[in-house]
């Protein structure tokens, strides 16, 4: 199994910033391939908020875009979720995942992250 943790969601004003850490397990993890970010508001279905792909490019929803940028550093098996001029509508747990390969000689798999809540106040 591949442990993802996440980190730096919080509560923060409309108009402030967040930076989401999300980082894989050294060791476990052989090919990484996509990653990006989800998040579910109370009430609500999961959503993706966006993916980017082992080539750097990368997808937004269109509630975020312009607003929120993905980053990825594969020498420390992490994703970065910068999120700017948040709206309180950003409000919910927000899930970070990893489409990866543990060794040469498994499939990839899909890994989730625990969950990291983050508030934006009016």
């Known amino acids: 199994q591949v442990q993802l943790v996440e980190s730096g969601g919080g509560l923060v004003q409309a108009g402030g910033s967040l930076r989401l850490s999300c980082a894989a397990a050294?060791?476990?993890?052989?090919?990484?391939?996509?990653m990006g970010w989800y998040r579910q508001a109370p009430g609500k279905q999961r959503e993706l908020v966006t993916i980017?792909?082992?080539?750097?490019?990368?997808n937004y929803a269109h509630s975020v875009e312009g607003r929120f940028t993905i980053s990825r550093d594969d020498a420390m098996n992490t994703v970065y979720l910068q999120m700017n001029s948040l709206k309180p509508e950003d409000t919910g747990v927000y899930y970070c995942?990893?489409?990866?390969?543990?060794?040469?000689?498994?499939?990839?798999?899909?890994?989730w992250g625990q969950g990291t809540q983050v508030t934006v106040s009016s």
């Open positions: 995942f990893a489409n990866l390969a543990r060794s040469l000689y498994t499939g990839r798999s899909n890994y």
């Open positions: 050294s060791g476990s993890v052989f090919t990484l391939y996509a």
């Open positions: 980017i792909g082992s080539s750097g490019t990368a």
